[in-house]
């Protein structure tokens, strides 16, 4: 199993511009989710999804766009890129949520002039 | 609503002695609790988690942590430390017994042994 994969690792985008990140697990998980890490902020979740078609905002939702047609896959979509979006973007699965612990992803690092 | 608080931003410990990791937590109802442990420029690795039962929980790399309910803690601990153990450490609580609450992560807490 390839576990949680996401890409691309790093991106470089001007402000305004879009783009969606990408996540994907092979491991027949129920739940995934998008967080952002910022340093002294912890972990702050963006989104997520319970299953394919649903999803949900997580904290800090705004000026991002999910979705989830199938149940290996979670894009996360940056409308308008702006510079309070760089960061580290962290995808993680689980099987159906309460006592399943999260499988993280490697990370996208986003950073937005 | 859940949170978590993991007190101190460092910790320092020299190699070979004990250490501790502290995080209490709020939640509605039993907890789940979990921690993580994050090496640089890398994703996020489970370590435990506290469902029920036994109080105290063994993990990964000899790691332990010790429920209690009446102070809401949840302190992760290490009998003796190794320098490979350095990294930043986060603590995470989901409301058990509920659908579909997120997990929340505390701020973490970055670990520096010393040799």
């Known amino acids: 199993n390839a576990g949680v994969t996401q890409t691309p690792k790093f991106q470089v985008l001007k402000t305004g511009q879009s783009m969606t990140l990408q996540c994907a697990q092979d491991?027949?998980?129920?739940?995934m989710s998008w967080y952002r890490q910022d340093p002294g902020m912890g972990l702050r979740l963006i989104h997520y999804?319970?299953?394919?078609?649903?999803?949900d905002q997580g904290e800090v939702p705004n000026g991002y766009n999910v979705s989830r047609s199938t149940t290996e896959d979670f894009p996360l979509r940056l409308l308008s890129a702006a510079p309070s979006q760089t960061s580290v973007y962290f995808c993680?699965?689980?099987?159906?949520?309460?006592?399943?612990?999260?499988?993280f992803g490697p990370g996208t690092r986003l950073t937005v002039l | 609503a859940q949170s978590v608080a993991q007190p101190e931003d460092q910790v320092n410990v020299a190699e070979g002695n004990p250490l501790t990791v502290k995080c209490t937590y709020s939640v509605s109802g039993n907890p789940y609790l979990f921690w993580y442990v994050q090496y640089p420029n890398r994703g996020l690795q489970f370590l435990l988690k506290?469902?029920?039962?036994?109080?105290l929980v063994k993990g990964s790399y000899g790691f332990e942590a010790e429920f209690n309910k009446s102070q809401t803690s949840f302190h992760l601990k290490k009998p003796s430390a190794l320098v490979s153990d350095s990294a930043l450490y986060f603590c995470a609580v989901r409301a058990g017994l509920r659908g579909n609450t997120p997990l929340v992560f505390g701020k973490g807490t970055r670990l520096s042994v010393i040799a």
């Open positions: 999804s319970v299953g394919a078609g649903i999803t």
């Open positions: 993680a699965s689980s099987r159906r949520q309460g006592p399943n612990e999260q499988f």
């Open positions: 506290y469902i029920t039962g036994d109080n």
């Open positions: 491991m027949n998980h129920e739940y």
